[in-house]
Nanobody
Framework: QVQLVESGGGSVQAGGSLRLSCVASRNIFSTYDMAWYRQAPGEQRELVAGITTAEKTNYAGSVQGRFTITKDNAKKTVYLQMNSLKPEDTALYYC????????WGQGTQVTVSS
């Protein structure tokens, strides 16, 4: 089973930026579509941004224009650049296949203060 390890989260003030990384244990990004998801306390997990093998992207309306998903197949890494962060972006962020598979990693916490 492929391992996906997320990193890059942290605590920032509103308006700040973070870049999340998701490293895979082997190169799957040229074969599978991937995405970032997030789950806020008391909320359901939601899709944030997805990227296809052809590097077409899709974003949740709430992050459109602020977040950018990219990938580097050679580095086995998917990134999520998050700009103009808002308190409502506070959540645990995960990467997974798109659509997601049952196994979820530990995620990386993003906390945005006002």
């Amino acid at each position: 089973q492929v391992q996906l390890v997320e990193s890059g989260g942290g605590s920032v003030q509103a308006g700040g930026s973070l870049r999340l990384s998701c490293v895979a244990s082997r190169n799957i990004f040229s074969t599978y579509d991937m995405a970032w998801y997030r789950q806020a306390p008391g909320e359901q997990r939601e899709l944030v941004a997805g990227i296809t093998t052809a590097e077409k992207t899709n974003y949740a309306g709430s992050v459109q224009g602020r977040f950018t998903i990219t990938k580097d197949n050679a580095k086995k890494t998917v990134y999520l650049q998050m700009n103009s962060l808002k308190p409502e972006d506070t959540a645990l962020y995960y990467c997974n296949y798109w659509p997601p598979r049952a196994f979820w990693g530990q995620g990386t916490q993003v906390t945005v203060s006002s």
